[in-house]
């Protein structure tokens, strides 16, 4: 099933489709999310991050080959983690974060929720783990839950949230695949040369439920939202550079009402041999 992107509409009985990131944006700024799903405005979209894409793709390559195994990676036992990647004709479908991925609808708020997973692992005793593949280049490599930004935790809680909905039994200790591009080599070479951590982090996705009811309440609602906390109260980047852009624009707009209402107040000239001059 292909995910199009819609607006939605209060008066629809049909459950309304959203993607993991929307839920993510309603719990940064609620008013972003409503200018999105409700008036159709979606926030400005940085660049793609193509070498993070690449080193993803590896990842993917490289876990697959031990999930056709059915053996634990290195990363993984260097660790202590028991676990093998999930061996499941439907990984495909679940890791396709653009068009499928897993998805589940919640009865209560009528929404269907989805996401693209990077990986699952599975214990012996069958039960899942759900694992994010990261990648940056910082001097210090994060490597414990404390390093790993807020939105990398409520992303991975969302997914434990949507296995669990769709029936499967998962462990509250999700993994980040961590890899921190070295910038301390001699020269580039031709190769970036990345140092790989492990880091795991108890989820609790007790939020999820509450936070698509409130959702809902909000897209019901004809009622513009405030800006959340997100960016510390104030607006973030985006907002500010609508504002002042909006600003500018109706000033224009107003110099230029103004002249052409002057130009039209101006007396004119009779046109020659039709006035009576004399
Ligand atoms: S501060 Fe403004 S642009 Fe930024 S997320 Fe909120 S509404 Fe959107």
Redesign the pocket.
Known sequence: MAWASKTFDPGASEPFKLSRSKLD?FT??P??AY?DLRLGVK?VSGPSFTLNNAVDELLKREFDAHRVRGTVHPLAAAYGVNARPFDDPRMEEWRDALRRGIATHHKPSNLILRGGVDDVWQTDAGELIIVDYKATSKKEAPKTAGDLYDSYKKQIEIYQWLFRQNGFSVSPTAYFVYVNGRSDAVAFDAKLEFDVNLIAYTGNDSWVDDALMRLKEMLMSEEIPK??T??GG???????Y?EAAGKALLAQHGTVRESKKKEEEKPRKPALGTGSLF
Not at 234 to 240: K, L, N, R, V, Y
Request: glycine share 10%.
């Open positions: 944006l940064d700024c008013r972003c200018l926030r800006m959340g997100a960016f104030g607006p973030c980047d985006f907002c500010t609508r």
